[in-house]
């Protein structure tokens, strides 16, 4: 067993900041869980692939949902070895061979799509070749008894509610088009949810978070970008948990920060609190909070959209003052099975089910527990409240 050097700082409950500790003893072992090999099934329609799949998140481990930002047409001739997605043939999903097409999908428990949202794909369509533009993430709050699929659409600058089925689009916040007032994202990034209904936004080209009521009401708004104490340099993912901390994976800034609603900083904001910093990880692109733990996916930082990393991404456990507990690395950072080139999105289900979203190879896989592995090292339930 090795060791993973994290950097922690806490800001306690009274708005001051202790000083850092160097996190030298956290253990860190090889990944608990197991591929399945070819679990997500093609599809598509011959001649094209899944594309950019950029996000996923497990209703239950026989409803599974994925988006994409358009499907890729395949080389002709197709080359050999090609096993369903492009990373098998060393292709990246790119703007020039990208058709929008079964941009929203849902598979069941073997990775079979069972649901595919076409009536939508016109909705993400975009010409942009450089920069973020259809889904980047998705989302159910474990509070709502509607199950409704939240959608972060970089595309229109929006975020959606459509209902569980795909048939309806129940609410949009946002008034569509880039913009830095309060009616206005500029490519949001991800949602977070309140057991009252509260929406929080990830206004990733803002660099704040935006809070909405259940009517998807304008609340209020905290951050401007910068890397001191409660600003942001690109907020990728939020969580939230049982006693309303909410979490920040603040990508470019390296590090997650750590915000509730309930400590007093009247120097930040009458109704929001800085309350931690976790800084020393290199990308974090998404974090899942159980009813103990925080777990965060960190990858290399090399290139856009980690194409080109340096080592597998690597998911950190920390407690809800964010100890270090444990650390592992998936299998590698190619395209043979296990490997993700870049993790984006994961999802975990109630089975501890582990299914993680790779853009750069266009695939999303499924992860269950190894035998005899220990629950220190594999993600708990969802917390308890949710």
Known sequence: ????????????????????????????????????????KPFASSGYSFGSTSAVFAESPDRIFIAQRGENRLPDPVPPGFQGFLGSIGVR????????????FVVDGD?????????????FQSDAEEGPSGIHKIKISPFDPDRKLWVADTTNHQVHAFSNDGEELVMSLGAGGAGDDNDHFDTPFDMAFLADGSIFVADNGNSRIMKFDAEGNFVTTWGVNGSGRGEFDGPHALATDSIGRIYVADMRNNRVQVFNETTRSVWYHPNISPIATWPGFERPTDIYATGYDVWISDNSDAGPQGANPTRP??????????????????????????????????????????????????RVQKFVPREGASFLETFGAPDSSQ
């Open 93 to 104: 999903p790119a703007f020039e061979s990208r058709v929008w097409q079964n941009v929203i």
């Open 1 to 40: 067993m090795h060791k993973v050097f994290l950097v922690l700082s806490v800001v306690v409950a009274s708005g001051l900041v202790v000083a850092p500790a160097l996190m030298q003893d956290m253990p860190s072992g090889p990944s608990p869980y197991d591929v399945v090999d070819g679990w997500l």
């Open 313 to 362: 991404a690597r998911m950190v456990k920390l407690d809800w003052n964010g100890n270090p507990q444990f650390s592992w690395e998936l299998p590698g950072f190619g395209a043979d099975a296990g490997d993700v080139t870049f993790l984006h999105q994961f999802s975990i289900d109630e089975e501890k089910n582990f299914y993680t979203a790779d853009p750069p190879n266009g």
């Open 111 to 123: 990775g079979n799509m069972i649901e595919a949202w076409t009536q939508w794909d016109d909705m």
